[in-house]
């Protein structure tokens, strides 16, 4: 797959460079899913050009902070920490692992597995950090620190809420 070319910050404003597409013109939905959906593509793609070079995509690195925060998890543990269904967690730690960033142990059952940053994987986390943040910066330098905060509470308590059951 080959990436868009980057562009200027501020051509970001009113514009989503997605994955597939050079750049896609957003617009406001009555649809509360589309409007999320579209938010997490947008933050997603400055995510992913901060750590482009990095070897890893978003979904992977927050998978490895995870595993750093919270080591022995099994892949249910994990997916469910991240809000993310059994099958993309599953496909995402098989890339870690692919990379040598993380390994799996059997658990309690041959069917269960546990899992573990190499030192592979811990080093990829602590040179990565620095444009992590960044990207957290950037975010916050254009929806402003209290939006930005105040966005990452609600959409905290949003997952919180709709996901119970």
């Known amino acids: 797959m080959t990436r868009a ?26 649809c509360y899913c589309a409007t999320l ?23 992977q690195y927050t998978a ?18 991240m809000g993310i269904d059994q099958t993309t967690a599953t496909r995402t730690l098989a890339l870690i692992k692919k990379g040598g960033l993380a390994i799996d142990t059997v658990g309690q059952d041959r069917r269960q597995r546990r899992w573990n940053l190499t030192s592979a994987g811990q080093d990829r986390l602590r040179k990565l950090k620095p444009r992590w943040e960044a990207a957290q910066q950037a975010f916050e330098k254009r929806l402003g620190r209290a939006q ?8 905290y308590l949003a997952a919180s809420r709709v996901a119970s059951k």
Do not use: W
Request: hydrophobic share 40%; with cysteine; glycine share 2%.
């Open 148 to 155: 930005a905060m105040a966005l990452k509470r609600a959409a």
């Open 37 to 59: 959906r579209q938010a997490a593509r947008a933050v997603t793609v400055l995510y992913e050009e901060m750590i482009a070079d990095g070897g890893v995509h978003a979904t």
């Open 64 to 81: 490895l902070q995870v595993i750093e925060s919270a080591p022995n998890l099994t892949t249910t543990e994990l997916a469910e920490a």
């Open 5 to 30: 070319p980057r562009q200027s910050s501020a051509s970001l404003d009113n514009t989503c460079k997605c994955m597939y597409k050079e750049e896609m013109k957003i617009q406001s939905f009555p």
